[in-house]
């Protein structure tokens, strides 16, 4: 949630388990916005909630908006899934996302004015065709969305594109020097500027073969570095 004078923006609405918006609005009574990092099911669950959401105008989104069926999402609500078990009056059996519309196209350098405070849409591509960066430049905050966190980044999905991700790290990594955090949609709270030139010069040495990942079943292989790994797979590499 970022909040300004004005109104208030949250950047994703998580997998739709239980509502969000009763949250949103005991943490602020200013009009909210929504723009998700991506439209992966985990991060547009709840946009169904508001009637003010941002989106780019993109087949990927596009074909997102109408929600994930329960085939999509049966191991999201599987008992091992909860800390405590499903939150009550939960389907499990029947749990899917709900459609949504977006009121607003946004796109690469567009602007939102939270009134006070300016964030900068920075479209990163990579881990999904519609993946985008906020910037808060008058603070030195960067959200990543998926892009980056100190954890596993998850980059094996069909829909992800090494190349765009790889090109979209060098853009990101141009802002490092003026950031004072970057803050993440998974794992991590936030994480150091300087780990993006550090996934940058990781994500080559992947893609150049330099450095040997760990096999995992699916296809899957793993790349470990210090703060984060690369989750990837043999087809896309």
């Known amino acids: 949630l970022i909040v300004g004078s004005d109104q208030a923006l949250l950047f994703d609405t998580g997998l739709g388990l239980v ?8 943490l602020t009574k200013l009009p909210i916005r929504v723009l998700n990092s991506h439209t992966h099911y985990d991060h547009v669950g709840g946009n169904a909630e508001f009637d003010q959401v941002l989106a780019l105008d993109t087949p990927y989104t ?15 609500v599987a008992a091992e899934s909860f800390c405590h078990g499903a939150p009550a009056g939960l389907d499990t059996a029947a749990f899917r996302t709900k459609a949504w519309r ?8 567009d602007t939102i004015d939270l009134g006070g405070r300016q964030l900068e849409i920075i479209q990163v591509p990579g881990h999904t065709p ?3 960066a906020l910037l808060d430049r ?3 905050l960067l959200w990543t969305g998926d892009s980056y966190y ?7 999905v069909p829909e992800t594109d090494l190349d765009s991700y790889e090109q979209s790290l060098e853009k990101l990594v141009t802002l490092a020097p003026a950031l ?13 500027p300087t780990h993006l ?4 010069e990781a994500i080559r040495s992947v893609r150049s073969g330099a450095v040997k990942g760990t096999e995992e079943p699916g296809n899957r292989l793993v790349f470990r570095f210090g703060y984060f790994s690369f989750l990837t797979s043999k087809p896309l590499l």
């Not at 509502?19 to 005991?26: A, S």
């Not at 977006?102 to 350098?109: I, Y």
């Not at 100190?150 to 094996?156: E, H, K, M, Q, S």
């Open 180 to 192: 004072k955090r970057l803050l993440p949609a998974h794992n991590t709270i936030s994480a150091d």
């Open 62 to 76: 596009k074909a997102n908006q109408g929600g994930f069926l329960h085939g999509e999402l049966a191991g999201e």
């Open 130 to 132: 519609d993946a985008v």
């Open 138 to 140: 008058a603070n030195g």
């Open 19 to 26: 509502p969000i918006r009763p949250v949103v609005e005991e």
């Open 197 to 200: 030139r550090l996934a940058q």
């Open 102 to 109: 977006p009121a607003q196209l946004v796109a690469d350098g």
């Open 150 to 156: 100190d954890a596993t980044i998850w980059l094996y």
